[in-house]
């Protein structure tokens, strides 16, 4: 069986690869693929719907494997999902940025199902190949799949923050969950020159950016953002969430207007680089939506509330200090002021004192333009 991969064959470099390794030798017989209609994830049983499994797993659409890091048990799904085979698209996208020609020396951070290992193997080279994945039952599983398609990329199990210096150095690192800083390990392990491809956001909203990083000589690395994506962040990277207590008080109530956007509009990844130490969710009614912003030092939380029956503005609600609501709202201004640039305008310089996102150029950091 092959898999019907749209856009898999853009790159011709890498259609062999897709087209000897299916996506659906490297998912589990009981799989959670993402309904476009429902917005939501639904068990799929191979041994009870093999059909309905076949065309899921031929289909471009994200399948979650791993729900709540493994305690998960049974067909529904869990609290959080914490493994999954990203689009064949995507994946296709990814490799294609990478520019890895067969020689090469790859490092892939988040291995999952291990089929982008396998994808990897079979263009560069088994031996050319190293996946990290922290956790050990889903690096068997996918060292298992791995053997079955005939290919024996190195697997380690570990943090893969830390990379695996020993295989190194690589010419390229690609990373399959997202990251809220660069670990500077991976500079040290990557030839100057060479180059890291990555998931990058903030903890402001779940979405990321994947950046090209070119790393130097110097230790430190620039580049790109090339399209906004979603991906779990990285087991160190996650965002804990303050616990309010109940009765904080209410003030600050007062109407605004807020442009709706949809799930890949380029503005809440890049609202995070503005809005910092915060998070953002929103909450869907049937007559309206609430944006909920949260300091993440837990200093205060703010609601703003937008209803169609009471007409276009918004009853912003705020409790303690911080005006999160009209950071946002500066944010908008200045995204706007900016031309609405999108994320291909932007870039990323990352060196010891940390990362530095960009307008541009370099010399335009996000936090000084107008």
């Given at each position: 069986m092959t898999t019907r991969t749209p856009g898999a064959a853009a790159d011709p470099?890498?259609?062999?690869?897709?087209?000897?390794?299916?996506?659906?030798?490297?998912?589990?017989?009981?799989m959670w693929p993402y309904d476009e209609e429902r917005e939501a994830f639904d068990a799929l049983d191979l041994a009870r719907d093999p059909e309905g499994w076949r065309r899921a797993a031929e289909a471009d659409v994200p399948i979650v494997t791993?729900?709540?890091?493994?305690?998960?048990?049974?067909?529904?799904?869990?609290?959080?999902?914490?493994?999954?085979?990203?689009?064949?698209?995507?994946?296709?996208?990814?490799?294609?940025?990478?520019?890895?020609?067969?020689?090469?020396?790859?490092?892939?951070?988040?291995?999952?199902t291990g089929w982008n290992a396998a994808l990897l193997a079979h263009r560069l080279g088994e031996r050319s190949v190293t996946t990290v994945e922290i956790d050990p039952g889903v690096a068997a599983t996918a060292r298992r799949a791995l053997r079955r398609a005939g290919l024996r990329p190195r697997v380690v199990v570990g943090d893969g923050a830390l990379g695996v210096p020993d295989g190194g150095p690589y010419d390229r690192?690609?990373?399959?969950?997202?990251?809220?800083?660069?670990?500077?390990?991976?500079?040290?392990?990557?030839?100057?020159?060479?180059?890291?491809?990555?998931?990058?956001?903030?903890?402001?909203?779940?979405?990321?950016a994947l950046v090209r990083l070119t790393v130097r000589g110097d230790g430190t690395a620039e580049g790109p953002f090339l399209?906004?994506?979603?991906?779990?962040?990285?087991?160190a990277h996650r965002t804990a969430h303050p616990t309010f207590p109940p009765g904080l008080p209410l003030t600050d109530t007062r109407t605004g207007a807020?442009?709706?956007?949809?799930?890949?509009?380029?503005?809440?990844?890049?609202?995070?680089?503005?809005?910092?130490?915060?998070?953002?969710?929103?909450?869907?009614?049937?007559?309206?939506?609430?944006?909920?912003?949260?300091?993440?030092?837990?200093?205060?939380?703010?609601?703003?509330?937008?209803?169609?029956?009471?007409?276009?503005?918004?009853?912003?609600?705020?409790?303690?200090?911080?005006?999160l609501w009209d950071e946002l709202l500066a944010a908008w201004e200045w995204w706007r002021?900016?031309?609405?640039?999108?994320?291909?305008?932007?870039?990323?310089?990352?060196?010891?004192?940390?990362?530095?996102?960009?307008?541009?150029?370099?010399?335009?950091?996000?936090?000084?333009?107008?």
């Open positions: 470099a890498w259609a062999a690869a897709f087209a000897a390794v299916p996506r659906a030798a490297f998912l589990p017989r009981v791993q729900w709540d890091d493994g305690a998960h048990a049974g067909s529904g799904r869990g609290a959080h999902a914490t493994s999954s085979a990203s689009t064949p698209r995507l994946v296709a996208a990814m490799l294609a940025a990478l520019d890895a020609e067969p020689g090469m020396r790859v490092l892939e951070v988040g291995t999952g690192i690609i990373v399959t969950c997202g990251l809220r800083r660069v670990p500077r390990e991976w500079l040290a392990q990557v030839r100057p020159g060479g180059s890291i491809l990555a998931p990058w956001g903030t903890a402001f909203r779940g979405r990321d399209q906004v994506v979603n991906f779990m962040p990285m087991r807020w442009p709706p956007h949809g799930m890949w509009h380029p503005f809440p990844f890049l609202a995070g680089m503005r809005v910092e130490r915060a998070s953002h969710a929103v909450q869907r009614h049937d007559d309206g939506h609430t944006q909920w912003l949260y300091d993440l030092s837990g200093a205060g939380w703010t609601a703003a509330v937008r209803r169609e029956r009471t007409g276009p503005g918004v009853v912003v609600r705020r409790a303690g200090e911080r005006p002021s900016a031309g609405e640039p999108p994320v291909g305008r932007f870039g990323l310089s990352v060196d010891d004192k940390g990362e530095t996102p960009w307008l541009d150029r370099p010399d335009r950091p996000v936090d000084a333009t107008v």
